[in-house]
Nanobody, 122 residues
């Protein structure tokens, strides 16, 4: 079992930055590939960015390329999402999730956090 708790969301002006954290409790965090997803009001949840257990990052959604980065600290059982140059369209609930399989399909993720709200004002 793995429990995930996101934090760091909030209200920020366009052009600002936020760093989300996802703290994991449970066993073998370092063996999981971690993904960040988001869901805007009225839209389906979408993949944002992921990071393999060795620290290599996955491809990111085109909408966040060059602005968002992902990192992890296995010693702290934590994965981070650094979001820069935020835009109003980045407003969503952000979720972290864990998988031992391919990171590109939401169906592969076994564990999900409860989400943290990010609101970007124009």
């Amino acid at each position: 079992q793995l429990q995930l708790v996101e934090s760091g969301g909030g209200l920020v002006q366009a052009g600002g930055s936020l760093r989300l954290s996802c703290a994991a409790s449970g066993r073998s965090f370092s063996t999981y590939t971690m993904g960040w997803f988001r869901q805007a009001p009225g839209k389906e949840r979408e993949f944002v960015l992921g990071i393999f257990r060795n620290g290599d990052s996955t491809y990111s959604a085109d909408s966040v390329k060059g602005r968002f980065t992902v990192s992890r600290d296995n010693a702290k059982n934590t994965v981070y999402l650094q979001m820069n140059s935020l835009k109003p369209e980045d407003t969503a609930v952000y979720y972290c999730a864990a998988t031992t399989r391919s990171p590109y399909s939401q169906l592969n993720y076994n564990y999900w956090g409860q989400g943290t709200q990010v609101t970007v004002s124009s």
